[in-house]
């Protein structure tokens, strides 16, 4: 009997049996019929054991500090409610929990389904290191969310905002964020060094340690050159503190100055992110190919592209005559 024929026989037994019975029946198998598959036994690892050895895996591919947070607390979150075994967990459990969770907490649709895209890449993993059979997560279906249309900078919206900043940091960071369309954590942690102006580019640390190149316009060009001429400090970091000890800005320092702004101008939700989704909409309305957007942003999948970039209506009208009637 080889490989093939186990798996067969776990097939056809797979609709009258249990995730922790196809468990059981693939070990029983596996120990009678090939000696070096015993460490299909799940008293090797425990289920921290099994979280710690998924987390580790997903660090090694580069995911965030944060997101490895967020993988961890929630999987340790559903499996200490559900009480039981992570190899004995049922698709019924897990939609019991889901189902709780979201009426205990009033949560929304995205959290929910959040919560199942973290449980299907843990359960994915556990099944392709051959410690359970089949993940029971494959049978519940993606949660559908509604998807409403992000706002958008406009042209006049941004010039207000250049318009009200009171100082050249600020200015030069408006133009920069709008420019490269930046992660604001990547903003933070940039260096005086690591600007090109000759070339008009620089190179940010991007999630999971990826660098990538960025590139600003002239416009930013001259504006950030006239904040860093203007500065007497010895702080390395490209955006510090407008008063001693020039400390360098922190994420929520720029969010902070932004609102600020924002409020001066009576505009609302005025936030670095949506500086990133302007540029890739405008990029998309322009005809930039989403491929390359996709780059420019540093996302590793492009349906995450997609979703940043929200066509315009005008767009679409204007397209509508041009092609249709």
Not at 80 to 91: F, N
Not at 183 to 207: A, S
Not at 288 to 310: C, F, N, R
Request: glycine content about 4%.
């Amino acid at each position: 009997m080889d490989q093939t024929t186990i798996n067969n026989i776990e097939e056809r037994c797979s609709s009258f049996l249990n995730d922790h019975q196809l468990n059981n029946l693939h070990k029983v198998l596996s120990d009678c019929l090939f000696e070096e598959t015993k460490s299909y036994d799940f008293s090797d690892l425990s289920d921290s054991g099994l979280i710690d050895t998924f987390i580790a895996s997903k660090r090694i591919e580069g995911c965030s500090e944060k997101t490895i947070r967020y993988y961890s607390s929630t999987i340790t979150l559903v499996t200490t409610r559900i009480g039981k075994p992570i190899s004995t967990i049922t698709t019924n459990n897990l939609r019991r929990f889901l189902a709780d969770y979201q009426g205990e907490r009033n949560v929304s649709k995205v959290t929910i389904d959040n919560i199942r895209r973290i449980l299907s890449s843990f359960y994915a993993w556990l099944e392709d290191e051959d410690y359970i059979i089949k993940s029971p997560v494959r049978r519940i279906k993606k949660v559908k969310t509604t998807k409403t249309v992000k706002e958008v900078y406009t042209d006049e919206m941004l010039e207000l905002l250049r318009d009200d900043c009171c100082n050249l940091r600020d200015l030069a960071m408006i133009d920069l964020l709008s420019s490269t369309g930046m992660r604001v954590g990547e903003l933070v942690n940039l260096k005086r060094t690591d600007i090109d102006f000759q070339n008009r580019e620089c190179i940010v640390i991007g999630k999971g340690d990826k660098e990538r190149l960025v590139y600003f316009d002239a416009r930013t060009k001259v504006h950030l050159s006239n904040y860093l001429n203007s500065r007497n400090d010895s702080n390395p970091s490209l955006f510090v503190s407008l008063s001693k000890p020039y400390k360098s800005l922190k994420i929520s320092g720029v969010e902070t100055r932004l609102k600020k702004i924002g409020n001066n101008l009576n505009m609302t939700h005025v936030h670095p992110h949506k500086f990133r989704r302007t540029l890739a909409t405008r990029a998309i309305d322009k005809g930039m190919p989403i491929e390359q957007v996709q780059v420019l942003l540093g996302h590793q999948k492009i349906d995450t592209t997609l979703e940043y970039a929200m066509v315009s209506q005008a767009n679409v009208k204007n397209s509508h005559r041009k092609y249709i009637g």
